[in-house]
């Protein structure tokens, strides 16, 4: 697993074992393939995938590099900055063919662990991951800091599906879902639909409390993404959900909405206080053998 803590991963293939895919470059094999020929065979019948399709952010200079060793044979190494980590778990292979690039020697199957969704300047980012989730992200709104962001981004949907006529109520062990109950004018007495404005762009959803709109009882709700279940559209986007995890998790944010007149109050006062046989940190090494 190339991950947050363990983003580098190396691949030895002895002699007289050959790299799959042979392209190296950017190109890794699909997770599911079975047959590295069909992987590294030319023409139309080649399905190998730029593994950088499976990222995010600026990765021209993400690409299989090799490594000098004493012994013979080929040694190739990726690596993954945590800024190019996807929203969502994804996964391809690579491995050893033998002399005559007939026959797999070896087959590694490498899952890319999603980044945890975070929370930045009242701006909550959610991704989608097995592990992206182990906490609700938190926002606290009062008049000094009146609105956030939520920002699903293409892979994800808001939630609850009715995000503007109702929230989620808050509960040890639950997080977001579809479907929710919470009423906010039973909260938030002046509450109007037009504070969510949704920006179809950057799949974003902020949330803007206007001056006067505090309850007069400090409030609590819950809203969040989830990965979109609707079918992607695309080349590319038809590779991240094949090669997806099929255990996402939901990205379910706390909202802590304070009362009017606490919020006055507090106003006068203070401002703001891998390896099958070797694994080291976060280098994974993989060799294959001649036996």
């Known amino acids: 697993t190339l991950s947050a803590t363990a983003s580098v991963l190396q691949l030895v293939c002895e002699s007289p074992f050959t790299f799959a895919p042979d392209e190296a470059g950017k190109q890794v094999c699909p997770a599911e393939t079975t047959d590295f020929q069909t992987c590294v065979g030319n023409g139309g019948s080649k399905t190998s995938i730029d593994v950088t399709s499976l990222l995010t952010g600026n990765t021209e200079s ?45 087959k590694l199957t490498v899952t890319i662990e999603a980044r945890a969704s975070v929370t930045q300047d009242q701006i909550v980012t959610c991704a989608y991951g097995k592990t992206s989730n182990q906490k609700h992200q938190s926002i606290k709104l009062s008049p000094s800091q009146n ?56 799949h974003t959803f902020t949330l803007e409390i206007p001056e006067g709109g505090f309850p007069e009882k400090e409030t609590q709700i819950m809203v969040g993404c989830q990965k979109s279940k609707k079918e992607a559209a695309g080349k590319d986007n038809e590779v991240r959900e094949e090669a997806s995890s099929d255990s996402p998790t939901v990205c379910s944010v706390d909202v802590t909405i304070e009362a009017a007149a606490s919020s006055a109050s507090l106003s006068g006062g203070v401002a703001g206080v891998f390896s099958w046989f070797c694994s080291v940190g976060a280098f994974l090494t993989v060799s294959c053998l001649m036996m």
């Open 147 to 202: 609105k956030f962001t939520l920002v699903c981004g293409n892979d994800g949907e808001v939630l609850p599906t009715k995000y503007q006529s109702t929230f989620c109520v808050r509960k040890d062990g639950v997080g977001a879902s579809a479907e929710c109950s919470g009423n906010y004018t039973d909260v938030i007495p002046a509450y109007e639909t037009q504070w969510w404005k949704h920006d179809a762009t950057q």
């Open 62 to 106: 993400i690409k299989w590099e090799a490594v000098t060793r004493a012994a013979q044979g080929t040694t190739k190494k990726l690596s993954i900055p945590p800024a190019n980590l996807p929203y969502t778990d994804q996964s391809f292979a690579v491995g050893c063919l033998d002399n005559g690039k007939t026959t797999a020697k070896c």
